[in-house]
């Protein structure tokens, strides 16, 4: 890019352009002009195409006025790696960090730090908010975050006035609407959208070794799904190959797989280092292989050992050692084999690696470090990778279009699919970037039609997150009141969306009302006798409804009752259906929810009956003999069987088959529905003569009606929706004493106030901060070890990654202690969720024991293997990986902090302190953050 003339770019825009050794591009311009002007700005582009630029224009626009800056990032590695960045630009004495784990020059002009560092920053009305100037949130679309997007909102709405705002955002198709609500909140924002991509994206399938254009011409065009010809006939000749295969003698030596049908097919998916081997020869790696699961990207760098695969020279692997041994110097000894070391270290030397969340950090970080320096050819990652950590590489490589979002296995999204691509192509090292996918023949996600759309789509709304939490509640009540916290409530970006949703709902009513008039003009006016007969009928029809589905119910329940009580050998009625006549039990029921006991009729048919076969009689009409085992499978025993019931069935008195009506008896008559077809009856429009057809009518206006109240619900529910939440958790926090009713006149008496207790939990940040403010203050982990506290603290944080918690292996060895204080917490943790569903508010998580043998082992005698031994990954004993453990324990820490801080007793306080020293040592010290 040729850079512009320093002169053609004034003031201080100038200055900072003069020390970049690449030109700026447009929208980069508009935004930084915007920002040098007093604005704030928001600005949406692309992976890659440079907007932290803007960001860091606003670093050197705070330090050329003598003021400060915070630049916030979503993820601890994102704040390592700008804290790097800037400290190169500006030294280390003016850049700062904080993330939790870290504390660096935390006074410095210019500070680093995760969102939530800023957050309870300004609950605290820190001293270090003095002098700030501008604030940049980098990835601001992670307030669509479910668990941790409303603290972006928070942090937005909190600032002071006078701090200029600096949003970076991925490109999202309703930029608009948010930079309207930004600027509504934050006053006057400059809204900078721009969809292109520095480095052009060429889309491809991998089809067995032969890479393909996806679309014709190369590229989509705006809209454009067309497939490449070449593509979609290659793909119809490898079908029409299989299909041939099915004719031909299954001899040995063919190779292949088989399809969903089970027939052997001649194509079979390249392997991973095939695939690896086509991107090296065609000149496209470094590669990033996304594969959505972390066991999927081990087993990969796995199979590519196992493989003749080199991707390194004799210098570059030299090279790498270097950086491994410089990273992981602080590892024990005998820590490594455990973490599995040796075989992570050959992979890197051949120039290959796996990057997952499940990886040590150390090891991540190393993996991160040696594929930016180019030494590191193909990463296999899962989509963590595309959360913003800069590793963009030559080439993406998808295998599959579906992943699993934590409930079920959906399909990736158009959004998903842009970021994950969107790390293909390396600004100012590539002149292009690759996406390739990968065909799979029995893969219906993967075809050409669907990539095509996919990869044209530009539609991904950032919806809001945002909700209020306990410890929001109270530190909003803390510092503005009631009044005003609702207000600010109904200023975030959530309600916003909910507001504008109303505006078309409002419209229907509107015209509905309208369509009312004329109708009731038609009829007469609003109060005209036939509205009133028509509501009279609708109520009766609603009456048999209801009458009849109780009556259904009621029978489900008989029938179901009667089955489950059968026994072996009773000789019971089937009433209806191609099964129907006697027949006898052959094995009961077992399920009394569902009970389908297993039968044999008089026609020899054996199989389970549910209660829509059985609608005969409710009670049994004799029993029989029967041999000590039936095997109902055999022709000849059902015939015997069938033989000695229709035997038995003639002494005994079988019912004829009645209808259902007759069977069941005249249902019993509601009074109430009685006296509705006796008003019917007597109302004066039963007896007009064109009365059906002005019924007619009078039916059309009482549905408009409906739809207008239920439009008229969805209104009121979404309007103010926020502050009604807050009202219901200040209710709550009320009753339990986290709130007081005030008494000084001053600040109005009967207003809601915080108590000592309510600013016991002002300083807790967690999901689960009721539960521990509840815990500290009720003592119930007083008196623990400094092991203890720290196991029963992870039950607080800790989610198995299965359906449902359990317990870690080893749990019967912990203290007895330890063993009260998880009874007590989690008797609490039930309390609060009673109180929950009593208030009509989001359950909080349930504890979870799964970590807590695992981390009272570390903290006790820092064995990894041991620990790692002892811990639960997923409920049922499998342990975690080193990455996890690690991340778990740091998160603990965090807890561990919290409380060190907010404890009211001084032994608590002192336990958790050395709780925290006991806990970072080994590989949880080592490259921490």
């Known amino acids: 890019m040729t850079k512009p003339p320093e002169s053609s770019l004034p003031g201080e825009l100038g200055r900072f352009a003069a020390e970049l050794p690449f030109g700026l591009d447009p929208f980069q311009l508009r935004a930084c002009r915007a920002l040098e002007s007093g604005h704030g700005v928001l600005v949406c582009a692309p992976t890659g195409a440079g907007k932290t630029v803007v960001g860091e224009f606003a670093v050197h626009l705070a330090l050329a006025a003598g003021r400060k800056c915070f630049y916030t990032t979503p993820i601890k590695a994102l704040s390592n790696q700008k804290h790097a960045d800037l400290v190169r630009r500006y030294g280390a004495h003016r850049i700062g960090l904080l993330t939790g784990d870290q504390s660096i020059n935390g006074d ?58 600096v949003s970076l955002s991925a490109t999202v198709s309703n930029a608009e609407e948010f930079g309207g609500w930004i600027q509504t909140v934050r006053g006057d924002t400059t809204v900078v959208v721009d969809e292109h991509r520095p480095v052009p994206l060429w889309q491809h399938m991998l089809v067995g070794r032969r890479l393909f254009d996806l679309f014709e011409g190369g590229q989509a065009g705006p809209g454009t799904t067309l497939v490449d010809k070449e593509l979609l006939r290659h793909i119809s000749l490898r079908r029409e190959s299989d299909r041939m295969s099915d004719w ?146 030559r080439t993406v490589v998808l295998e599959r279009l579906v992943k699993y979002n934590g409930e079920q296995h959906a399909p990736l999204t158009p959004g998903e699919y842009t970021q994950l691509t969107g790390r293909a192509g390396r600004r100012g090292i590539d002149v292009e970037g690759h996406a390739v996918v990968l065909w799979q023949p029995n893969d219906t996600s993967v075809e050409p039609a669907d990539v095509a759309g996919l990869a044209s789509t530009r539609t991904f709304p950032l919806r809001s997150s945002f909700a209020p939490s306990y410890n929001m509640t109270i530190n909003l009540l803390g510092q503005m009141g009631p009044e005003q916290s609702r207000r600010l409530l109904e200023r975030s970006f959530a309600q916003f969306q909910a507001d504008k949703s109303v505006v078309g709902l409002v419209r229907g009513v509107t015209r509905g009302e309208k369509m009312l008039d004329e109708i009731a003009t038609e009829l007469g006016g609003r109060d005209a006798p036939v509205l009133e007969y028509a509501r009279l009928r609708a109520a009766v029809s609603a009456r048999e409804r209801a009458q009849s589905r109780s009556s259904r119910l009621q029978r489900r329940k008989a029938t179901n009752d009667a ?111 009685a006296r509705l077809r006796e008003q019917v009856r007597n109302h004066p429009a039963h007896h007009e003569p064109n009365r059906e057809e002005r019924v007619r009518v009078a039916e059309r206006y009482l549905r408009i009606e409906r739809d207008n109240a239920d439009i008229e619900k969805k209104v009121s529910s979404a309007t103010n929706s926020l502050a009604r939440t807050f009202d219901r958790i200040l209710l709550l926090l009320t009753e339990r004493g986290f709130v007081a009713e005030s008494e000084d006149d001053t600040c109005g008496a009967g207003d809601p106030v915080v108590t000592d207790d ?120 499998s342990p975690l990986s080193a990455g996890d453990f690690v991340r778990w324990c740091r998160q603990v820490l965090d807890l561990l902090d919290q409380v060190r801080n907010a404890a009211p007793s001084a032994p608590l306080r002192s336990a958790a302190k050395r709780a925290i020293t006991d806990i970072r040592r080994g590989v949880v010290a080592v490259d921490a953050g």
């Open 108 to 165: 410095a002009d210019v500070v680093i730090m995760t969102t939530e560092v800023l957050r309870n920053m300004l609950y605290a009305n820190s001293t270090a908010l003095h002098g700030l100037s501008h604030v940049v949130m980098d990835e601001v679309h992670f307030l669509a975050d479910r668990m941790r997007g409303a603290v972006w909102e928070e942090v937005i709405l909190h600032l002071p006035e006078e701090v200029r705002l």
């Open 248 to 393: 031909q003698p299954r001899g040995r030596g063919r190779s292949g797989g088989r399809d969903r049908g089970g027939r052997p097919t001649i194509y079979r998916p390249p392997a991973r280092p095939d695939v690896i081997g086509t991107l090296d020869r065609e000149g496209l790696l470094p590669a990033i292989t996304f594969v959505f699961s972390r066991v999927g990207c081990d087993a990969a760098v796995k199979q590519c050992l196992r493989s003749p695969l080199r991707l390194t020279t004799e210098e570059e692997r030299g090279r790498i050692a270097s950086v491994i041994d410089r990273r992981c110097a602080d590892l024990a000894e005998e820590d490594l084999v455990v973490l599995g070391y040796h075989e992570w270290r050959e992979g890197l030397l051949r120039g290959m690696a796996a990057h997952h969340a499940g990886l040590l950090p150390v090891f991540r970080h190393t993996v991160e470090e040696l594929f930016t320096a180019g030494l590191v050819k193909a990463v296999f990652a899962t989509e963590t990778l595309a959360l913003g950590i800069n590793m963009p590489a």
């Open 563 to 673: 089955l489950a009580a059968l026994k072996r050998g009773d000789v019971i009625a089937i009433g209806q259906g191609r099964r129907s006549g006697v027949a006898v039990v052959l094995e009961p029921a077992g399920d009394a929810d569902d009970p389908r006991p297993l039968v044999l009729t008089e026609e020899r048919w054996a199989g389970r009956i549910s209660s829509a076969d059985y609608t005969g009689p409710s009670s049994k009409l004799g029993t029989m003999s029967l041999p000590k085992r039936v095997e109902h499978r055999q022709p000849r025993v059902r015939r015997d069987v069938a033989a000695a019931l229709r035997s038995a069935a003639a002494s005994l008195d079988v019912p004829s088959r009645r209808s259902r009506r007759d069977a069941e008896g005249e249902p019993d008559i509601d009074p109430e529905l």
């Open 758 to 877: 309510g600013r016991l939990l002002a300083r807790i940040y967690s999901e689960s901060d009721l539960l521990v403010a509840e815990c500290l203050r009720q003592g119930t982990w007083e008196g623990l070890k400094p092991a203890e506290l720290a196991a029963v603290l992870s039950s607080v944080l800790y989610e198995s990654r299965g359906d449902t918690p359990g317990a870690a292996p080893g749990v019967e060895s912990i203290t007895t202690p330890l063993r009260r204080a998880l009874s007590q917490t989690r008797k609490t943790c039930a309390e609060i969720r009673s109180d929950e569903q009593r208030h009509r508010l989001a359950p909080s998580r349930e504890t979870d024991p799964g970590f807590v043998v695992a981390i009272h082992h570390w903290a006790t005698t820092g064995d990894l293997s041991a620990a790692l031994a002892a811990s639960d990954a997923n409920g049922s004993g």
